[in-house]
């Protein structure tokens, strides 16, 4: 793993420059904070258990992967491609994810409070148990989205080009106690 000094300072960036040398480099030390894996290929990559916080992803490929128990807290995955991946357990608390490809992708438990969303594109993906309070989806993709169990709290959902956003997780509740008065409703009618 090559290093490159910032500003002539003690604080150093580790630049990552192949996905042999990520592999060498989780075996060695799970704490890479700060680390650089910016534009790298890393389609199909199964990441997990590292402590990324602070790391640069942007613009890096990650297409297909799967990336559980990762901590990428207020990391830079701006203009990533995580379509078609799986995404368990993972900390993006103030992550930049601006611009990002998520589609098709499966989110479950994810921590995204205070997250960059802008632009991000979530078409076709599915949400789960996850937190997005106070997230920024301003210009987001959302067709075709599926959340459920969704932390919405002071988030901005401003969906591009979709028609209905996603639902806040009380109203299938709401509906099914809707649709359970009904049906009370016409069951008494036809007893008397």
Do not use: C, Y
Request: net charge positive; aromatic share 4%; no cysteine.
């Amino acid at each position: 793993m090559t290093t490159e000094t910032l500003n002539s300072t003690e604080n150093t960036v580790k630049r990552v420059t192949s996905r042999n040398e990520l592999e060498a480099a989780l075996g060695e030390n799970r704490q890479l904070a700060d680390v650089d894996l910016s534009g790298l290929d890393l389609r199909g990559f199964h990441l997990a258990g590292a402590d990324l916080n602070h790391a640069n992803l942007s613009n890096a490929d990650l297409s297909g992967g799967i990336l559980t128990g990762l901590n990428l807290a207020r990391a830079d995955l701006s203009g990533t491609n995580l379509s078609r991946s799986l995404i368990a357990g993972v900390n993006l608390e103030g992550a930049n994810l601006r611009k990002a490809k998520l589609n098709q992708s499966i989110l479950v438990g994810i921590n995204l409070k205070q997250a960059n969303l802008t632009d991000v594109d979530l078409r076709e993906s599915r949400m789960m148990a996850t937190n997005v309070s106070a997230a920024n989806f301003s210009g987001a993709q959302l067709d075709g989205s599926r959340a459920s169990a969704v932390r919405w709290e002071d988030s901005s959902v401003q969906p591009a080009g979709n028609p209905r956003p996603l639902i806040p997780q009380w109203l299938p509740w709401a509906a099914a106690a809707a649709g359970a008065f009904i049906l009370l409703r016409l069951f008494t009618r036809h007893k008397k």
